[in-house]
């Protein structure tokens, strides 16, 4: 608890309290896992302590309204416990907690597998959350398909991954299918028929989501044009150089598709943004939602950038969630954390459907035609190989916001303030 006030409200400390919750009252309880981008093992640095956070927010705080559901409202051990006052409170059938471990994969591939392993051994856990990326899941998700162990994919939208169904593999994200058809429509909706696309070529959800969009948009008469300095993830990308080939062709807009962090893809597509110069439209994936395209920190370089997101707090179809995300992390959460909520949400529903879960159990009750679990972004449900039914998605644009850490903020599309 001490830990807990003294970090602000940081949620790796929430998931131990309540595991040492559950131990020190000797409460039955279930075990899940979660996969995190923490460490960059070689030289132990910090390697994404952002993302870890994001995705940490989200299984604690659906840990701690099961836990808190084991004990009367009164009782002394949960007065000073966070979300007490105000978090739905339910535990597992009424009578067993949640228990979260927290394996850390680097966010590397080989990583991921051996995480993977490890927790596939680990005879307790009846499902794990995760990987961060694209790239890790397709890595590891074999190893759980072998194990006979659920994969609930919160972030992982690449289509590769359900191109060949595992049938222990579920996610509650869109695909890059879902994202690529809303920038097209987008773009063909304001007129845009011509776009030049940046992306990583080894990245599979990068490289994925330029193939389908490259389909979709010339399918419906749309343009792209060949640009030579295209690849985000060189070292030595020159934006400049890039802009200047783009500058040869009239009405332009940019479509970046960045990896989720596993080259310099990301940094490279701000400096793009930057040298840009809010000239050229620009249209983007998911994880350009972030604070480092904010901490450009000028509006007039932002103001023509529209993203895909899976959910956003302002158009959230569960507003108790938002309002409790705010009191409980002392502000507004990000989309992964939501899509975290919702895998927990999953896992936690297949978990009261069974009277003594085991691992393939729990995977048959995932795929039944008759599950849903309530979550942040709606109801969750499962087409047969895995993805989600009726995914959420839709898209933001940035907007001043003289209140936020940078003077700016992501808001639908529909919304000219942050207020």
């Known amino acids: 608890k001490q830990s807990w006030q003294q970090n602000g409200a940081d949620p790796e400390t929430l998931i131990y309290l309540n595991n040492a919750l559950l131990e020190a009252e000797g409460k039955n ?13 070689p030289n132990q640095s910090v390697k994404d302590a952002n993302a870890a956070k994001e995705i940490l927010r989200g299984i604690a705080q659906a840990q701690t309204e099961v836990n808190l559901g084991l004990f009367e409202v009164d009782n002394e051990l949960i007065q000073q416990f966070p979300g007490k006052d105000f978090l739905n ?164 807009a940019l479509v970046l598709f960045p990896d989720a962090q596993i080259t310099d893809a990301l940094e490279n597509s701000i400096e793009l943004i930057k040298a840009n110069n809010g000239r050229n439209l620009i249209v983007g994936g998911w994880n350009l939602y972030s604070p480092q395209t904010l901490s ?18 302002r158009s959230s179809p569960n507003q108790k969630f938002t309002q409790d995300t705010r009191k409980l992390w002392h502000g507004p959460v990000n989309p992964t954390t939501a899509t975290t909520y919702d895998a ?32 942040a972004t709606g109801a969750i449900e499962f087409e ?12 933001v644009h940035i907007v001043p916001c003289p209140k936020s850490f940078f003077g700016l903020a992501f808001v639908p599309l529909e919304y000219y303030s942050c207020d």
């Open 384 to 395: 047969s190989n895995g993805d989600r039914k009726n995914p959420p998605g839709e898209l």
């Open 89 to 252: 409170r339910k535990g597992i059938n009424n009578r067993i907690g949640l228990r979260v471990v927290i394996a850390d994969d680097a966010n590397g591939d080989e990583e991921a597998k051996a995480r993977a392993s490890l927790l596939v051994k680990q005879s307790s856990i009846l499902g794990v959350i995760g990987h961060w990326t694209s790239e890790t899941t397709l890595a590891a998700v074999d190893t759980y398909q072998n194990g006979k162990l659920a994969l609930i994919a919160p972030y992982a939208m690449t289509t590769e991954l359900t191109t060949n169904p595992r049938n222990f593999l579920f996610r509650t994200v869109p695909t890059n299918e879902d994202e690529t058809d809303s920038l097209v429509d987008h773009l063909l909706n304001i007129g845009q028929r011509q776009v030049a696309v940046f992306y990583t070529p080894q990245s599979s959800f990068s490289s994925y989501g330029w193939q389908k969009f490259k389909q979709k948009f010339e399918t419906k008469g749309g343009r792209i044009i060949k640009v030579r300095e295209y690849k985000l993830s060189k070292s030595n990308f020159n934006a400049n150089k890039a802009l200047k080939e783009v500058s040869k062709y009239k009405e332009t």
């Open 344 to 375: 927990t949400r999953t896992l936690i529903k297949a978990l009261e459907m069974s009277n003594k879960p085991t691992r393939e159990g729990i995977q048959k009750t995932l795929a039944s035609d008759g599950f849903s679990a309530d979550g």
């Open 29 to 41: 309880y279930y075990t899940i896992a979660v996969t995190i981008p923490m460490i960059d093992t």
């Open 296 to 313: 450009i920190g000028d509006s007039k370089l932002l103001e023509k950038v529209v993203l895909f997101v899976p959910w956003h707090p």
